[in-house]
């Protein structure tokens, strides 16, 4: 089995059979991940995720780079009326830079981790809960966090299905 984004309890499918709004604190390993990094408005994201990850499978294919998990977005900033974020993919090795693609690394180290079930337009409540237990169980958000979609919208049209991982770094 390939290894995914990162481990739960050995599994990577835990992640859809986990309770949603539970955070759970995890450590993961750093990973490789192919990225297109994008700084724009707040409304043309999901475009921009789209068009990321397609540019991001041609540059794997071209490069001989296969997937290790499911599709993120890495939230670099996001006051103001732009986000700089990383949109990526895991990576068995290093991605050679081609074109807006380049190589870049999930950090490692502790984060909270809650499963989000619906469309994205309601995930804000979802990182309400757990930026309240973070600091509930005496830890601070340390860095950016980062949205992982186990859930293909493609292939999964029901938005109330969605499942979508929120990883926040923390203290």
């Not at 539970?22 to 789209?50: C, M, N, P, S």
């Not at 006051?79 to 999930?106: K, N, Q």
Request: no cysteine; net charge negative.
């Amino acid at each position: 089995m390939t290894e995914t984004l990162h481990e739960i309890d050995g599994e990577p499918t835990t992640a859809f059979t986990r309770e949603a709004g539970v955070v759970e604190l995890r450590t993961l390993h750093e990973r490789d991940a192919a990225i297109v990094r994008v700084e724009i408005a707040q409304a043309e994201l999901k475009d921009a995720i789209g068009v990321a990850l397609r540019e991001i499978a041609d540059a794997g294919r071209e490069a001989a780079v296969a997937w290790a998990g499911p599709p993120f977005v890495r939230y670099l900033s996001w006051g103001g009326p732009r986000l700089v974020a990383e949109v990526g993919i895991p990576v068995t090795r290093p991605m050679p830079h081609l074109g807006r693609v380049e190589s870049g690394r999930l950090p490692g180290g502790t984060v909270a981790s809650i499963i989000h079930v619906g469309p994205y337009e309601t995930i804000a409540a979802t990182y309400g809960q757990a930026m309240q237990r973070i600091g509930e169980l005496g830890h601070a958000p340390t860095g950016p966090m980062w949205e992982v979609y186990w859930s293909d919208p493609s292939a999964e049209p029901d938005p109330s299905t969605w499942r979508t991982e929120i990883l926040i770094p923390v203290s």
